[in-house]
């Protein structure tokens, strides 16, 4: 039966990494592991750059593990390689780190590369698709970290003196507190008042930096 949320697939693929993990390498994932989809984070501060982490039962309330698997992920086998990672950790401790006791179950397991950043082996690869069968389509889709965000920049009105032409260009929120600029030009002054020459802001907008 198809999952009908990530959670319960990921669930499901939980148990059988349990059964993997105690056939190839004798290593049992503690009853009490929970894994969801979510950033991983760290004391100090969430990394969105990892895209899987297991905490310890210390650190839960109800002495669960948590497995968190990146929302940037969403092909199956890297899921499940991820989650196969992250299960051995809780597996044989997370006291013990990428060392030789996580090592030594990982390679029995069919993780390859730097303990580090492991990546499914061939013969692991070939497991994970073998379980999709039962677990079907993972039901997520990738999260981009970039998607909708857009460069801000300040509309600059521009401004010129209708006397000698001199043009520059100001923000919208300084016109509307202190009106157009006075030209900088000796020669543009009033006759009547002698004081410098009020530009006149114009339609014309372009994008750029706030002066």
């Known amino acids: 039966m198809p999952a009908v949320n990530r959670e319960d697939w ?12 105690q056939t190839t390498a004798n290593a049992f994932v503690p009853p009490l592991t929970r894994v ?3 950033f991983p984070g760290g004391r100090g501060g969430a990394s969105q750059k990892a895209i899987g982490q297991c905490w310890d ?4 309330a109800d002495e669960h593990y948590e497995i968190f698997i990146s929302p940037t992920l969403a092909d199956p086998i890297s899921v499940l390689a991820v989650l196969v990672h992250e299960a051995i950790h809780a597996a044989v401790g ?33 497991t994970l698709a073998g379980w999709l069968d039962a677990l079907g389509i993972y039901p997520h889709g990738t999260l981009s970290l970039n998607a909708g965000t857009k ?7 521009k401004c010129d003196c209708d006397q000698c032409g001199y043009t520059l260009r ?19 002054r009033d006759t009547d008042t002698d004081m410098p020459h009020r530009m006149t802001a114009t339609v014309t907008e372009t994008e750029g930096e706030d002066a």
Not at 57 to 60: D, G, L
Not at 106 to 114: D, F, S
Not at 151 to 157: A, F, G
Request: proline share 4%; charged share 15%.
């Open 94 to 126: 997370l006291k013990h780190g990428h060392k030789a006791p996580f090592k030594r179950v990982a390679v029995a397991a069919g993780l390859e590369g730097k303990m580090t950043a492991t990546v499914a082996g061939a013969a692991l690869t070939e």
């Open 170 to 188: 100001v923000t919208k929120k300084w016109l509307e507190f202190s009106g157009a600029p006075f030209c900088p030009t000796d020669s543009c």
């Open 57 to 60: 039962a210390s650190c839960s």
């Open 36 to 38: 969801s989809v979510g």
């Open 10 to 21: 990921l669930s499901h693929a939980l148990v059988m990494v349990n059964n993997h993990l």
């Open 151 to 157: 460069k801000q920049s300040t509309r600059l009105i």
